[in-house]
């Protein structure tokens, strides 16, 4: 796997400060995050760099707390139709090896950068077998966000479990992990640190893609001092 450094622009723009437009409902969604699933949050974190606060916030960003949460994906979906047809694109004609970090933020917000980071010619050659012998119904849960942090169901390919073990925490978050510390390895990104960049990543596929919600790091970063506070004055249940 190569290893990319990706440093900002130089006339890149700071991150807005943190501004609280309506405290109490962002404190009642974080302690609804915090009480469902704060136990099984730490212990995913307990042998990982990625702190307890982070993963609750992103859980804040992509579900609002709720495991069962998902979405299917239409692009990804024709996507991943076409190569079990024996067909090899390019996700959404993205080759997100090339781009660099200027350009990354000149393109629109959407999720085609972070699909084209999964959806490779190598993925096409190396699953197109096992696509091809997967029903429709196996191919739209696979075009499907999962759970806590909507996990995509195409991370499963070639790998241990089902798709719907996404929907059970404590392997929810383990993937999580998992897909967390492939960020910080190809980006050489310190997990405990650069968390602003990390929530690029799980959002466009690259620390300084853009964000469909303009204000998703902010409010990231906005949950995470909620959930470190409330970390800190009450244990998680359990």
Known sequence: MNVVRITPPANAAKPPAIAVSNLSAERRLVECV?????????????????????LGALVANESNGYGDATRFEPAV????????????????????TELDDEISELLPPNDAT????????AFAANHSARLRSLADEALRELATSWGYTQIMGYHMVG????????????????????????????????????FGELFRCWNTGRPYGRTFDPDYVVKGLQRMEIYRQLSRIRPAAR
């Open 77 to 96: 979906y024709r996507h991943l139709l076409a190569v079990a047809q024996g067909q090899s694109p390019l996700y959404g004609s993205i080759n997100v």
């Open 159 to 194: 790998q241990p479990g089902t798709v719907r073990q996404l929907l059970e925490p404590r392997f929810h978050f383990r993937m999580a992990i998992r897909l967390l510390s492939a960020f910080a390895v190809d980006y050489q990104l310190d997990p405990a640190l650069e």
């Open 34 to 54: 915090f009480e469902r699933c704060g136990a099984v949050i730490a212990e995913a974190c307990a042998a990982s760099s990625v702190p307890p606060e982070f």
């Open 114 to 121: 972070l699909h084209a980071r999964y959806l490779t010619p």
